[in-house]
């Protein structure tokens, strides 16, 4: 998302807004600097987790960009950090459908299994070796997302597959999903987007620890945890319980007038390729591209024998 280049300046933005902030008040003028400052800076800390930025002075330049929308309500943009946060309770999810259906995966249980696949895959498309991109499946609570003209436009529920709830008030609060991408570098004007919302096994016993310290009983396990959570009514309670997305497939996209198909969407491993470049947490870096299933067998039991090892919980590979 950040080129080199790109985060030298965005720091040196940063350091000169902080400095500000020491002698005098941001103009707001300079609104717009001090959006994509926040911007970077939640992306370095929440889906990097790679902070630039001590805590303290994060929230000086928040409160900084509050104060200015709130004396300029017309330069308040739809995907500002400070539109997060929602005003008031949800009244109830209204089911929504999605724009293709989200089926269900296959089971395989053994490198028998995996090998007959294969067979039947190359048999299906007469080629002698198949090309396979392997990842983790995240075990949390499974959401489609929507970007229109680069801006987060709803946020659903799998529900039955065809239909969902639709939860985006409650998908704002998740810092690893920015309120707005460059689609529209790409030529993208709308796109749906697949992916698993989750709490980390760190975040979740903290959260179990301070349910047992009020005298309640403990969330049963992360996946339930995320679940029950995007159905929350007091979106200020989501935001407390630190969830996270990875986003793990592109269903469906329109481009622009004249614009082409993107190349990295031409395979799955080119599509995590360009949410991550966009800002999102994908597995681009857990997933593997090999050519035949020997290499994916192998890497399959690599990884499920350190699964005990990831912050996360999983429930498996998908290939």
């Not at 997302?145 to 597959?161: P, S, V």
């Not at 704002?172 to 992916?195: C, D, M, V």
Request: some cysteine; proline content about 5%; overall charge negative.
């Amino acid at each position: 998302m950040y080129s080199t280049e790109r985060t030298k300046k965005t720091q040196k933005i940063t350091n000169e807004l902080v400095n500000l902030l020491k002698t005098s008040l941001i103009p707001a003028s300079r609104v717009n600097e001090l959006r994509e400052v926040l911007r970077f800076h939640e992306y370095r800390y929440y889906v990097l987790n790679e902070p630039l930025l001590a805590d303290f002075e994060y929230d000086q330049l928040y409160k900084a960009l509050e104060k200015i929308e709130r004396e300029h309500p017309d330069q308040v943009t739809p995907d500002s950090p400070t539109q997060r946060v929602a005003k008031g309770l949800t009244r109830d999810f209204p089911t929504v459908q999605h724009l293709v259906p989200m089926l269900s995966l296959d089971n395989s249980y053994d490198a028998e299994d995996l090998q007959d696949f294969d067979r039947k895959a190359r048999e299906l498309t007469g080629l002698d070796s198949i090309e396979y991109c392997v990842e983790p499946k995240f075990d949390g609570a499974s959401i489609s997302l929507i970007f229109e003209n680069d801006l987060l436009e709803r946020g659903a529920t799998r529900g039955d597959g065809v239909e969902g709830d639709e939860i985006t008030t409650n998908i704002r609060q998740i810092k690893t999903i920015p309120l707005s991408a460059s689609f529209s570098a790409h030529g993208i004007q709308q796109i749906e987007i697949r992916g698993e919302v989750l709490i980390n096994k760190s975040n979740f016993k903290k959260y179990n620890d301070l349910l047992i310290a009020q005298g309640e009983d403990p969330k049963a396990n992360p996946r339930n945890m995320a679940s029950g959570t995007l159905r929350l009514k007091d979106s200020a309670e989501v935001a407390k319980r630190n969830l996270e997305a990875f986003v793990y497939h592109v269903s469906y996209y329109t481009l622009n007038k004249g614009a082409a198909v993107p190349p990295l969407l031409s395979t799955h491993a080119g599509s995590l390729k360009l949410l991550w470049e966009l800002g999102f947490r994908s597995p681009e870096l857990e997933k593997k591209v090999f050519k035949g299933i020997a290499g994916v067998i192998k890497y399959v039991e690599e990884f499920e024998a350190t699964r005990d090892d990831l912050p996360y919980e999983i429930d498996g590979m998908v290939i």
